[in-house]
């Protein structure tokens, strides 16, 4: 035990980490949409929410955690569909890219220690 305090269940990890992303790309995410630089966004919201979900696993230490918690940031970013902007697709489209890096991410860190033993 670290003394910082006790460690947060699961399921609090998942939640603070998911609403913590959704919020940032909900918020920073939307304002980087409207700069006319192509990939801006990405560019700077990708390692955020790659930064996230590693906190999620080190938290948790399940993959499955890291699906969880993009699932709450993408369902969070579609808050953005009540905001004005240019259509539907400003916040589909980064929910599913959301959804899909977590996916990603998820799936890598449950192969790892796989291919890890085999390497080894």
Do not use: C, Q
């Not at 940032?24 to 930064?51: C, K």
């Amino acid at each position: 035990m670290s003394g910082y305090g006790p460690r947060p269940s699961i399921g609090n990890s998942i939640l603070a980490w998911g609403l913590l992303w959704g919020a940032a790309e909900a918020s920073v995410g939307h304002i980087l949409h409207w700069i006319p630089i192509p990939g801006l966004a990405g560019l700077v919201m990708i390692p955020a929410g790659i930064f996230i979900l590693g906190r999620v696993f080190a938290e948790t230490g399940r993959p499955s955690s890291i699906a969880a918690a993009s699932f709450i940031a993408a369902s969070v970013k579609l808050a953005d569909l009540a905001l004005p902007g240019r259509g539907p697709s400003m916040a589909l489209r980064p929910a599913l890219a959301i959804l899909f890096e977590g996916l990603l991410i998820a799936a890598l860190f449950a192969a790892a220690p796989r291919l890890l033993r085999r390497t080894a």
